[in-house]
């Protein structure tokens, strides 16, 4: 029964399972112990932790994905259905390599089956499967997949992330909202029978694939901590190609509710984070080799690992009779008769590059004569995963070049190209492999293809191989030759293949050439090398390492507090450390009303100004807030920013009362009135003549970037720059200044968008410790302390009043806030979202100071 929400976008992206209740007593959770099954825990807390302890034996994974990895085939009496697996499926032989190594790993399945399944069945099919291979199906109607899989995930997800932009309505087809609502209602189903057999507490999630790129969103809200990985098995495109996508901000904000997100190349994976950075505002760290991206608390780990194959399965097919009795059919009709094979095993797609093939291919042909008569192209095309226009081109065209090449190259028992256009079982592609001298792969665009691995471990063959091929001895060095696209996922990986932009057809015909040609010693050097790699890296090694990585990136999980935030798919979880909490106005205006000797400091860019103002200077609302802080005798407040001290003269001017520390607390003043004094001796500022030159060369080179010379600091900003030229130059001029400078009584440090040189010695932390030993001098000890900030400078005032605290350079029932903005790593304990915020605390305050002088008035007026 499908569900009227799949028609309303805000319903489907709202998370909520329309009847979870129902859907637990019918479908029984999967447990790891035979014979015992229960319902889903109905005790757990509000962000899904379960209160009893765990009664599962070992690790359990769920694996998501379109497609389950079983075959059905409906009875011949037409009563009911057999199923098997499917041994050529990742999925399943993902959990046999990794059974193979020893891991004890449990898995449950989820996703849909190839054949439609009449809805009568339905039940009785979910309970085989359940009980059986321990899957879950999830079945849809026929038309919401056609909008799912052939619509948006094939006509528009598919070829955008391969690089085609939808030009036009036949080129990539334009975005169609009613595909897209259909792709997030197929998504919210597999998350409902995600919930039929989750224990949240213990069990590991792994979605692979476009197919189910928001499918995290919907599991993240209904449990806050879940243990959640992603793995893309397609390219992920560059920034400028992927912010075409109406839905861009969407699809990564769902993938960002991941613990860890896969990827097959680094290529992929900078892709992704460029992404991230200018379309979010989110920055990465490398820490001991673990790439994180921060995201509202949590830390988004990112994987850089390709996939391998599955090096039992291929083995035992090598050794199968019919392998044999194949690949000596294909001995008789190839090298018995002196002929060389060059063998291309691709999809009838538009990426995979056929017709591109073919062409360098007759090139060969035309430039060499003596390769006519001699070398053949086998060229195995799979039936097309997609549907379209562009599929039946590509086989017309192909057909058309295959015919017109052998017409004038082909001779009487010789043609040059021969085109297999019907699925092979897995044992005779199997001895294509073995008998082929060269494997071509020319994709002009692909995510990984595993075509050049299987073909690897073909050639290093057996014992009964060798004999057919006559090769005698086993103790032969084995020898193959690899000719790849630089454009596929497997190429980084291929160290000794030869590497051809397959646009070029001339450059891959002489490819062709060269690994024919190639010294026996080297084509064995080459193919001793990649067997290593390939040996080492199976589908087994992949899957343990992605799920070792995503233990490691959820053990964290029990000691943060999380609780989620946003509407739809812009729904995300807010994962804090446990002494780390928003700060409550009602807490600390409580605690204002009821002391009397207060300190408030507060940085102004980024806290009192957004950083994103055109015009930073303040407002008339701000100059209010701060005079009616002033104004109370029992507060002290002062502004700490890293901007000039005329700038801030300047701007803050009708603050009679207002201290203020300009260019980090290197200038200090009490009041208007009083003289700028200085935190440390006066600074020798000849090192500017040094450094001026270095950030001016950087500023020419990189548009955008501004420097601004203050009396005692200079600052380099690329704010307005490209981000992520301005974050490699950044890190570029860090460097720079660093080694020119040292000799120099200067520290050369990097900000949000900044590169800045200063004096040594010269912090905010030097002005909080200043103003609290001046109040403590004059018999002021606060009872109150307010310290607000935004970035890495205004945590050395955090660490300040900690500090102080501690060392009882402050009373211990001296009320302290030391807070942040936004909700990242920090020395503070509390936080606010934004600035918005942080004004309205001020106000609150500033509201209750100016009621207080007027009791006191009135208490005046009255006497």
């Known amino acids: 029964m499908v569900s009227r929400s799949y028609s309303n976008l805000l319903e489907l992206a709202s998370g909520e399972p329309p009847s979870i209740s129902q859907i637990r007593r019918r479908i029984p959770r999967v447990m790891t112990v035979a ?20 009664s599962s034996p070992r690790d359990r994974t769920i694996v998501v994905a379109n497609q389950l990895p079983i075959r059905a085939r409906r009875r011949s009496d037409g009563r009911g259905w057999d199923f098997s697996w499917d041994e050529d499926s990742l999925l399943l032989q993902l959990k046999d390599a990794i059974g ?42 026929p038309d919401l997949i056609t909008r799912y899989y052939h619509g948006f995930c094939k006509q528009q997800l598919w070829p955008l992330f391969h690089y085609m932009l939808p030009l036009s309505p036949d080129l990539g087809g334009r975005f169609d909202r009613s595909l897209w609502q259909a792709y997030v209602s197929v998504n919210k189903i597999f998350a409902d029978k995600i919930l039929e057999v989750i224990n949240p507490d213990d069990d590991f999630v792994w979605v692979h694939d476009y197919h189910l790129m928001v499918l995290p969103t919907f599991l993240r809200k209904r449990f806050n ?8 098995h397609s390219p992920f495109p560059s920034s400028e190609i992927y912010k075409t996508l109406p839905v861009r901000e969407e699809l990564l904000r769902a993938l960002l509710n991941s613990d860890l997100i896969g990827f097959h190349t680094f290529d992929y994976a900078r892709h992704f984070l460029s992404c991230c950075g200018r379309m979010l505002g989110l920055s990465y760290e490398s820490k001991r080799g673990y790439i994180g991206l921060e995201y509202y608390g949590r830390t988004v780990s990112i994987k850089i690992l390709p996939v391998g194959i599955h090096l039992c399965q291929l083995e035992s097919v090598l050794s199968l009779p019919e392998t044999e009795t194949k690949v000596s059919e294909l001995v008789g009709q190839f090298l018995k008769k002196g002929r060389v094979m060059v063998l291309g095993v691709d999809d009838m797609d538009i990426f995979k590059g056929i017709s591109l093939k073919l062409l360098a291919m007759e090139e060969l042909l035309k430039q060499h004569p003596e390769w006519r008569e001699k070398v053949v192209l086998v060229q195995i095309a799979n039936p097309a995963r997609g549907r379209g226009k562009g599929v039946k081109e590509v086989q017309a065209e192909s057909f058309a070049m295959v015919k017109r090449i052998n017409e004038a190259y082909g001779k009487p028992g010789y043609e040059p190209i021969i085109l297999i256009d019907e699925p092979l079982p897995f044992y005779q592609r199997i001895a294509y492999y073995v008998v082929a001298e060269c494997c071509l792969v020319t994709a002009v665009r692909d995510g990984m293809n595993l075509i050049p691995y299987e073909y690897i471990i073909s050639r290093q063959g057996n014992e009964q191989l060798d004999r057919v091929l006559g090769l005698g001895t086993s103790l032969i060095q084995k020898k193959s030759m690899l000719v790849v696209s630089e454009f596929i996922g497997c190429s980084p990986s291929l160290s000794g293949a030869i590497r051809v932009n397959p646009w070029n057809i001339e450059a891959v015909a002489d490819a062709i050439v060269n690994a024919l040609g190639m010294s026996e010693q080297e084509k064995q050097f080459r193919h001793e090398k990649h067997y290593k790699y390939v040996r080492s890296h199976d589908v087994g090694y992949w899957g343990n390492s992605f799920l070792q990585d995503l233990q490691r990136t959820c053990r964290d999980h029990s000691r943060r507090r999380c609780w989620g935030i946003g509407f739809g798919l812009g729904f995300r979880v807010v994962a804090l450390d446990t002494n780390f909490r928003k700060l409550s106005m009602e807490h600390i205006v409580s605690a204002y009303k009821r002391t009397k000797t207060r300190a408030i400091l507060f940085d102004y860019d980024g806290t009192l100004m957004p950083q994103a103002s055109i015009d930073k200077s303040p407002n008339a609302k701000s100059i209010e807030i701060l005079n009616n802080l002033c104004r109370d005798k029992n507060n002290v407040v002062f502004l700490v920013s890293a901007r000039s001290r005329g700038t801030l003269s300047d701007w803050f001017s009708p603050c009679e009362n207002l201290g203020i520390a300009a260019e980090h607390g290197y200038f200090l003043r009490l009041r208007r009135d009083a003289e700028w004094e200085t935190c440390v001796p006066v600074a020798d500022c000849s090192w500017k003549q040094i450094a001026d030159p270095v950030m001016r060369l950087y500023m020419e080179t990189t548009d955008g970037s501004t420097i601004d010379d203050k009396e005692t600091a200079l600052v380099w ?28 009584p200067v520290s050369v440090k990097s900000g949000q968008h900044i590169v800045e040189v200063k004096p040594q010695g010269v912090s905010k932390g030097l002005v909080a410790q200043r103003l609290l030993s ?8 606060p009872d109150f302390v307010l310290c607000i900030g935004d970035d890495r400078s205004d945590e050395d005032m955090f660490e300040v009043i900690s500090t102080s605290v501690e060392s009882t350079s402050l009373t211990p029932t001296t009320e302290v806030f030391a807070c942040t903005v936004g909700q990242k790593p920090s020395k503070a ?32 007026f009255a006497t």
């Open 829 to 860: 304990k509390y936080y606010l979202d934004d600035t918005t915020e942080i004004v309205r605390l001020m106000q609150g305050l500033a509201t209750v100071s100016e009621q207080a002088l007027r009791n006191q008035q009135s208490v005046q």
């Open 100 to 141: 193979d190594r020893g891991a004890d790993m449990e898995f449950v399945y989820v996703g849909c089956l190839r054949d439609e399944i009449p809805p009568a069945d339905h039940d009785e099919v979910s309970q085989v499967l359940l009980e059986t291979f321990k899957c879950v199906p999830a079945f849809l109607p």
């Open 774 to 781: 001046t109040m403590q001098e004059r018999g002021l000890t």
């Open 717 to 744: 900003s690329y704010e307005d720059a490209d981000p992520d030229f301005g974050s490699c130059q950044a890190k570029e001029l860090l460097d720079h200044l660093e080694s020119v400078l040292a000799n120099e």
């Open 35 to 54: 014979g015992i099954i229960s319902d889903l825990d109905s005790d757990s807390d509000s962000d899904g932790s379960a209160t009893g302890p765990s």
């Open 225 to 232: 901590r879940v243990k959640l990985g992603f793995f893309l």
